[in-house]
């Protein structure tokens, strides 16, 4: 392939979605994806439960801590309690030491948790 083309390709490679699936979080996918359908309509107490019963049911599947992260995040920001922010920071923390998280995860729960406690 000529420079360009290897050019191109990083290009394309670089505009992809993040990584945030592991192997095992994809066979649990629907679950994540229906718990994160009700985060992002503003379901917030709705999809925390969700996300806190998939943590439940799967300890080691960091999207779902994740998930469950983000909901505490924005419910946390409506609230606007801190105690829940904190309780967020600690889920990010938790999401970025399971085995097996993505770097792409691991770069997302790692960042937002940096911003929140600077929040803080």
């Known amino acids: 392939p000529t420079e360009k083309q290897a050019e191109e390709k990083l290009k394309e490679k670089a505009k992809k979605k993040p990584k945030l699936f ?10 994540i994806d229906a718990a994160e359908k009700l985060r992002k309509k503003g379901k917030l107490d709705e999809a925390l439960k969700a996300f806190e019963a998939l943590v439940q049911k799967h300890p080691q599947s960091p999207r779902s801590r994740y998930g469950k992260a983000q909901a505490e995040d924005y419910l946390a920001e409506k609230q606007r309690s801190n105690d829940l922010l904190q309780k967020a920071i600690n889920t990010y923390r938790e999401a970025a030491e399971l085995p097996d998280v993505t770097s792409d995860l691991l770069r997302a729960a790692l960042k937002r948790r940096a911003e929140r406690q600077q929040f803080l």
Not at 22 to 31: G, Q, R
């Open 22 to 31: 592991n192997k095992f979080d994809k066979t649990i996918k629907a679950e």
